[in-house]
């Protein structure tokens, strides 16, 4: 089973698949290339998700450690909300990397 950065199980099966896409596609030059939500590969959802991305890095009021962890969570309950788009943010992508 696959585990997330703190050894917890991922039972979120809709995060493993798009795991597994992005593994697949896009470490094929670079093994431990950081991973990005395959959803993002698509031209019109990569287009909202920087929109919303600009948004949320507007809106924060944190600065410095865990800033971007804050603009992560805005980022996902604006597109879910506003766009129906379910997007996972890199610490959720990346189980081997811990995110400041």
Same mark, same amino acid.
């Given at each position: *089973? @696959?585990?997330? &950065? ?8 809709? =995060? +493993?698949?798009?795991?597994?896409? #992005?593994?697949?596609?896009?470490? =094929?030059?670079? %093994?431990? #290339?950081? +991973?990005?939500?395959?959803? @993002?590969? $698509?031209?019109? &959802?990569?287009?909202?998700?920087? @929109? &919303?991305?600009?948004? #949320? @890095?507007?809106?924060? *009021?944190?600065?410095? !450690?865990?800033?971007?962890?804050? &603009?992560?969570?805005? !980022?996902?309950?604006? =597109? ?8 996972? %943010?890199?610490?959720? *992508? $990346?189980?081997? +990397?811990?995110?400041?």
């Amino acid at each position: *089973m @696959e585990t997330d &950065v703190f050894g917890k199980p991922i039972r979120d099966q809709e =995060l +493993l698949c798009r795991i597994e896409k #992005a593994k697949s596609t896009q470490r =094929l030059h670079d %093994p431990h #290339a950081e +991973l990005h939500d395959p959803i @993002e590969d $698509n031209p019109r &959802v990569r287009q909202i998700v920087r @929109e &919303v991305e600009r948004r #949320a @890095e507007k809106e924060s *009021m944190v600065s410095g !450690m865990g800033r971007c962890h804050d &603009v992560w969570g805005r !980022m996902e309950r604006i =597109l879910k909300t506003e766009h129906g788009i379910i997007w996972y %943010p890199p610490s959720r *992508m $990346n189980t081997d +990397l811990i995110y400041d």
